[in-house]
């Protein structure tokens, strides 16, 4: 089946931000992202979990874009923009796609 | 002073205040009891709209009292001034750095929407009445305290949020729309709206769901408080020097103590002025959390939230309110 | 006239209408108040539940009525029918392509429980009684609306789902029994068969969960609806010209005229011909648009969401069910 | 025998049996009718809040009766042994390898509190009282028959979990600790304890939510229950080789005698009997299952789960119930 | 540690199509997979969120499954027949996995 | 923007193991990670869902951690440690990633 090379970005990201990452993402015209929930983790500032949680302070989501090579870029810009003095994690894969039109 | 020590001892063992405990010691002991997401904010809901709609319904049955837009403007200018204390006071004790104080002070400018129903069962399990739009109260204070945070920090050199950097951010329309009309702001306005309206008739048609069974959801509810609450508390221990600890039960007092100034200055009743010490003794842990993150991600949440849910919540729940209930009685209470 | 204006305005201050707007005015402002997922689905579950089950006692309780099967037969018809019809105008009045045409025609037959149950409660506080199958003939009426709409699709030349292609799809026994067998006709017409089996005694054992929290449970419930109805519509403002917006008012009245017909026709008492023509103006947003989504994947979502979900769903709760308990008073109220 | 039948008949047609009858049927015919698992999780806190406090209220209002310390006594001794009875019995009719028969064996030593609930319910209808502490007692069997079987399988020459391997775990002070505290005995002795403390007077405040509507919640979270069970049964039909079925219906049998013996040697009432019958019949699904995921993982999970959920739970509710209410009636009744 | 090479495949597709997709997996002989929950996402027909959802229609899920190398083209085939005229996203990245015997 | 070569471990373990596991890669100085919530999946024990389920028993779920390549043996001794006789899948993807300085 024919695929095509695209990269595919994985932003974990304070809940709070999810607003504003959506809004720069799609300034840079980057329309098309999955986001999945976070049960909890661990980093710098130590473990967190939703269990039981109301506030949203405390929680993060995963958001997963998938773009055309020539677009990393503009869309890292983007995310970087809005995560600055923000806590959450960048990583991006070479992956393959189907039905490139979409992208 | 026996009197307030019967007073909390009987407080202490009630079911609410037990089921805290219960949650509190089982995340102490690690164990797996916990309540899932979904369920804790589906419980919170419910008590915002209950609580809210029960002040509505009381305001329409009583009639507006001409204290009303007094409480709501002592209310808010509270709330813009509690952080000032909290900031003195916290830059005074503890060596907090200004963004860490600041964000501790918005916390405590603003309220704990649990805090003030469980003193509000307390005084219904009391036999005392109070002024149904204390609710409304409660809520104009969710925000202020949020600016005033944001504006200590300005002045302070540091912008509150970076219009440096690319992102353009700041103290934008957008954040300010987001702190004004976060979900349990307007859930427990509406509710107050719709309470207010449909009054008696309205109260008589869904009072099966909001009346009866509050007492045993808010037990659930504080299961899970305590399990949250005890969590937070067991994995940040070492962060909680004596100058913290002291603030987080200095702050209520003090709180506490300017809410009954308010109080008395407003001629409320003993149950309001009761109310209004709680709630400005209160800490938030849903709304200025969430804003802080987005307004000063450079405070350490791990701080407020420790303070506001690991220290002050479970003072107020168990020593507090018992203890504001008393003073009201003696000062005010025929 | 003018008493179906007081009728219209008295329902429109009880709680479970406000509620509904709280919501979508608290979409509209993108306030970030939100019901989780599962707590929505939990109580769906729950009105599903109460509502079939309370059916079913009533059935026990008053006897198996003449009427049942032909109402049966009745709602079987109209289901059959008004996608049709609904087909005719939308081909009529919009743009619509076949398949989008066919897709909202097949939500404008199916129903919508949660107006079916708002309209009970309606007359269970106006004090008229209604059949209690009417919960039976509202479940029957759920699924036939869907072959009627590939029917339609399938008649235009566009096979309804691909044997073109390589899944070697269509509608299939799997989709027939997926449509049969969807989760909220499975409880319904369980619980009704629960309540018939086990009658006024099974009701005095779980009355105090289903009937009286019930309109509360419904305030939540309509709150959540509000939020998401605001928020689609807010989404997809662009999408409704005038066509589709007078096709949302539309449809729902002629439906309403139809069930009139068949409600006067079987012989039901005023509150179940009050029901027949809610459930035949009501349009589905839960099971339909799930098996839109598998047999005709290429209509869109945002159309036929929004219509039922953003037009027709509001129009019936606030200005459609008390014109129909009027018109139904007026034609054939003693 | 013709009282058991009746008896039987009369349990079969409750609104609880039938809603998890209804669930059964509905995951078998592929439905997807589904409880989310936030909800379910929530719908199982109540029921071990409200059994759990009311145990503990009813403790409170009847005093300590002497015979408390000996049934939890009873209660240990029956969870230790239960196990060492079902490794036989499975060792002897099925071909079960040692690991496997433990794993099933600590299932049946421990219990499920919705049987107990059931049970409970089963009583309230039938208008027989029962020792408050029995909840205590089916709290104090949750987890000494996962040590009995961890023994067993350590006595076999294999260690219950690998020092062997790199990770050098073992039935370690960790997993005692987890298999202790898990979350479901802490929230069950919480809420007993709690209902001790606080008593009527606690019971009046928070009744409206734990009493009346205790009923039909639990018809909800049967119907979720039904689905779960039904969805393995389906799932795993091949697995239930004859020697397994007959194991899953012999095992509570078995049980439920010893239950009698103990229950008669104690001398508690005919409810607290039928009780002690019930627990020791029951199999765990909850807490063991967990527990040997971490200790047994070899251990193969579709069959206990399969035998606990599918074939003794959905027996005890409806065959199992009725015939240990008959037996201790007919023993011990007056 | 001894890894071994395989195929990550990230399908995002509609709830509603979980089980032909699972029958359509097995059918070419791939039993092995994970399915994330999805909380909202954006693409061409816009933003989406799970926020108070009762219907199952607007969902998503994020199936994953993780194959030898040799078995990719089947699984995309399979996959393919599945989402078809359906929206949803298919990307496949190059992993190295442990115990190669369960794949 | 200046992207580190950095690896993606994704560990799909049953839920009851996550303590076991974090303490494990806490072990080797791995603290940083993230826990997705998993719905269902299939494999060779056949396929599971979370629907419904009160006990802890049969849910798994994915831990994602992103570390420098130089640790990553370690990190997999400890995941492998904790997997061992349990169920599970790991798999390893190549990345980069933004704020190097973070893992
Ligand atoms: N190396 C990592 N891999 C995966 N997730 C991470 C990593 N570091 C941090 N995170 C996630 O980002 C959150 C915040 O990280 P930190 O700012 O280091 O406290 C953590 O709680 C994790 O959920
Ligand atoms: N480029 C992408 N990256 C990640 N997810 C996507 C992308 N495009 C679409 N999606 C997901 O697929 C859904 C349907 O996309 P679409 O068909 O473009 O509306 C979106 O709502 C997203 O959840
Ligand atoms: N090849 C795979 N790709 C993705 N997930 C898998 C794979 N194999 C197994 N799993 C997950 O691991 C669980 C247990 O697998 P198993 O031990 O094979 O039954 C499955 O239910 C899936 O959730
Ligand atoms: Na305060
Ligand atoms: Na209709
Ligand atoms: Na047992």
């Not at chain 1, 109301?54 to 958001?63: F, L, P, T, Y």
């Not at chain 2, 079911?15 to 690690?30: D, T, V």
């Not at chain 2, 001034?81 to 503890?94: H, N």
């Amino acid at each position: 089946m024919q695929t095509h090379k695209a990269k595919r970005v994985e932003i974990t990201i304070e809940a709070v931000m999810e607003r504003r990452l959506a809004e720069s993402l799609e300034k840079v015209g980057v329309t098309g992202f999955t986001i999945l929930p976070v049960l909890g983790g661990s980093g710098r500032s130590g473990r967190w979990s939703r269990e039981g949680q109301v506030s949203r302070a405390s929680g993060m989501i995963n958001v997963v874009c998938i773009i055309r090579p020539e677009r990393l870029d503009s869309l890292l810009d983007a995310a970087f923009g809005v995560l600055d003095r923000h806590i959450g994690v960048v990583s991006v894969t070479d992956c393959e796609v189907l039905r490139a039109e979409r992208f | 002073m026996d009197g307030i020590l019967a007073l909390a001892a009987e407080n202490l063992i009630s079911p609410i205040i037990l089921f805290f405990a219960l949650g509190f010691a089982a995340a102490f002991a690690r164990s797996d009891l916990s309540v899932p997401e979904a369920v804790a904010k589906g419980l919170s809901l419910y008590l915002l709209l209950a609580i809210g709609f029960k002040g509505g319904a009381s305001v329409a049955a009583h009639g507006v009292d001409a204290t009303l837009i007094m409480s709501l403007l002592a209310g808010l200018v509270l709330s813009f001034v509690l952080p000032f204390v909290a900031f003195g006071l916290l830059r005074m004790i503890t060596g907090l750095s200004v963004i860490d104080a600041a964000a501790v002070a918005a916390h405590y400018g603003s309220i704990s929407i649990v805090t003030f129903v469980t003193a509000s069962s307390v005084l219904t399990a009391a036999g005392l009445v109070f002024e149904g739009y204390m609710v409304a109260v409660a809520a104009v204070m969710e925000a202020p305290a949020i600016l005033s945070a944001l504006w200590l920090v300005a002045r302070a050199g540091r912008p509150a949020t970076g219009s440096h950097g690319g992102s353009g951010r700041g103290l934008d329309a957008e954040l300010l729309r987001e702190i004004l009309l976060n979900g349990s702001i307007v859930l427990l306005i509406g509710a107050f709206a719709i309470g207010a309206i449909t009054g008696q008739e309205g109260l008589a048609r869904i009072e099966a769901f909001i009346v009866a069974p509050f007492q045993g959801v808010l037990c659930l509810f504080l299961l899970d408080m305590g399990l949250v609450a005890g969590r937070g508390l067991r994995d940040t221990r070492g962060l909680l020097r004596p100058g913290l600890l002291a603030f987080g039960i200095l702050m209520p007092l003090t709180g506490a103590t300017l809410g009954l100034v308010a109080g008395g200055l407003l001629g409320l009743s003993v149950g309001g002025i009761m109310l209004m010490m709680t709630v400005s003794a209160s800490a938030s842990y849903i709304a200025v959390p969430a804003a802080m993150r987005v307004a000063l991600p450079e405070a350490n949440p791990a701080i407020y939230l420790t303070l506001a849910l690991g220290i002050t919540f479970p003072f107020n729940l168990t020593i507090g309110i018992p203890i504001y209930l008393a003073v009201a009685k003696v000062i005010f209470g025929g």
